[in-house]
Every structure is written in structure tokens, then in C-alpha cells.
């Protein structure tokens, strides 16, 4: 266990460009921890900055890096957007090459998602011991690198746990989302209609900034090993989310669902995450409610 973050202890976030690695530094560096960014190519900005590419610099390089790290974030990933490659190459190939070269001294806090679980009946939640059966490219590369940190770290090579995080929202939510492109177009489209695939999936959502809490107390908890769930524990109706944040917004939207199709992990039609265990082993519980969350997303898409 990391004993404390407060003393200056170095933290290396992976993906800290991101939409998740970036809060996640930034709470890092709130708590008194010295942040080290990670970003593939050289960014920059405020704050402690490499350039690291895990799937494609030698892997001596990689362990050069994060050679006095106490805490490592995997926040990399990909997607949408991409190719079924890359996808492997930043979920499950980048992942394998972290773990080979993480320090053993290290927490390794890897990012993995609720859609690693795969499709339930509507009413059954989601515990860590749901069986990990994704439908899409995404889940089974996700779930590949969750394996890998898991492996690693019951076989006592490093100290590991994955975080298993539900669909994520707030401010600075990417456009290629969902909630971030429903967002992009109340806040810059003068058109009041917006087309979408039928919205009738129910699906648990937590604000970004409650994913940064608790990554902090995964840092601090006796976690390792283990598979934690973090969400808001909520199957929220995704229709429901994208009328509220017109009204949020105080648009008159006419929403058609015109049957378009849907990416296979956006097919799973319910999921709400057991969060228990998170609450047991890391005193965490999600702090920002729906709305302020939306709201805080229409904002800085404005």
C-alpha cells in the first residue's frame, strides 16, 4: 500500500491528455503528490510532462520512466473512432507493456469498464463477480488488459487492481460520447432537431470527477489484486439523460430516433454496477448528482 501522497510521493498518469488522466493528475496534484504526465506524443502545459509511446519505445525506455514512480495510472485507452487494431494496440497491447514495465514496487491502478461484464436482464446489477463476457471490440480489449494487470499482480509480480468504471459524464466529456455530442450540438447548433439510434438503454453513469476520487483511494486502500466497481449505482434511461440536458440547457429539442445502428458495446440495453465493494475497501461513494453533472458538461461545451 502507498503510504501517502501528500509527502511529494511521484505519481505517473498515463494518458494524461486525456479526458480521464487529465481530472485524475489534477486531483493527484491537489492531494500534494508530484505528477508525472504521460502523453504518446510531447505535450505542452502545466505540470511534469514525457513523452511515452508503450506500444511502440523500447520497453527500457518505458521502465526508465516510471522507475520512481509509487503510483501508476493506466487512464490510456481507446474508444471510438478507431480501428479494431489500434483499438488492441491501446487497450490491450499498451497495457501488457505497462505491466512488463511498471516497478514492482509500484501500485499499478489500471482502467478497466463496465462493458469488460457484458449484456444482463434489466434489474440485475453488476458485482465484481459478474462473469466478463463483452460483446464488442472495445469490452474484449478492455477486459485483455485488465487480465494482465490482474495476472501480474496475483502472481505476485506487482501490486495491481482494476477499477471497473461505469460510463462516464461531466465536464469535458469527449463529443465522440454520447452525452459529449448531445452537449456539442444544444450548446452550438441553432437546430432544434437531433437525430439519433433508438435511446433505449438504461445504463449507469458517474461524473468524471467522482472516477478521480476514487482513483485516489485505490491509491491509498488495501486493494491489491482485486477488481473494484466504480459507479454511481444507478441504471439511468439514456433518453431520459438526453431530454434532460435540453431542459438543462432550455432548448426545445425534437428528438428522432430513427433507427440508425449503434456500436455493439452501446447495444448492451442495461447496466448498473454493484458498488459495495468500492464503499467497503475504499470509503468511496459518488458525490455529484446527475444534474450538476450535466450541467457542468453543458458548460464547458459552451
Known amino acids: 500500500m502507498v503510504a501517502a501522497l501528500g509527502d511529494g510521493r511521484k505519481v505517473v498518469v498515463v494518458g494524461a491528455a486525456g479526458f480521464l488522466g ?100 434489466a434489474g440485475v446489477g453488476i458485482t465484481e463477480d459478474t462473469p466478463t463476457e463483452p ?36 465536464p469535458g466529456t ?28 438504461r445504463r449507469d453513469f458517474v461524473d468524471v470527477r467522482d472516477v478521480a476520487g476514487a482513483v485516489l483511494a485505490a491509491a491509498l486502500g488495501e486493494v491489491g489484486g482485486q477488481v473494484v466497481n466504480v459507479g454511481r449505482g444507478e441504471a439511468l434511461s439514456v433518453r431520459e439523460l438526453v431530454l434532460r440536458l435540453a431542459e438543462l440547457r432550455g432548448t426545445e429539442l425534437r428528438l428522432v430516433e430513427d433507427g440508425a445502428g449503434a456500436a455493439p458495446h452501446q447495444a448492451v440495453e442495461w447496466q448498473r454496477l454493484d458498488i459495495t465493494r468500492a464503499g467497503a475497501l475504499l470509503g468511496w461513494r459518488p458525490r455529484w448528482s446527475v444534474d450538476e453533472s450535466l450541467r457542468d458538461l453543458l458548460a464547458a461545451a459552451g
Open 22 to 121: 487529465s481530472r485524475i493528475a489534477a486531483a493527484f496534484e491537489a492531494s500534494g503528490a508530484r505528477v508525472l504526465r504521460i502523453a504518446r506524443r510531447p505535450v505542452s502545459g502545466d505540470g511534469e510532462w514525457a513523452a511515452l509511446d508503450l506500444c511502440a519505445d523500447p520497453l527500457e525506455r518505458a521502465a526508465e520512466v516510471l522507475a520512481s514512480a509509487a503510483v501508476v495510472v493506466n487512464a490510456a485507452g481507446a474508444a471510438w473512432g478507431v480501428t479494431d487494431h489500434q483499438m488492441e494496440q491501446s487497450n490491450a497491447e499498451l497495457t501488457r507493456r505497462l505491466v512488463a514495465a511498471v516497478p514492482r514496487r509500484a501500485r499499478l491502478i489500471q482502467l478497466g469498464s463496465i462493458h469488460e461484464y457484458g449484456p444482463l436482464p
Open 174 to 201: 469527449p463529443r465522440s460520447s454520447l452525452l459529449g455530442m448531445v452537449a456539442h450540438h444544444l450548446t452550438h447548433t441553432p437546430e432544434q432537431e437531433l437525430r439519433l439510434a433508438p435511446l433505449v438503454a
Open 135 to 170: 460483446v464488442g471490440g472495445y469490452g474484449r480489449t478492455k477486459l485483455a488488459g485488465s487480465r494482465a494487470v490482474l495476472d501480474a499482480a496475483r502472481a505476485g509480480e506487482l501490486d495491481g487492481v482494476v477499477l471497473r468504471i461505469a460510463n462516464v459524464s461531466g
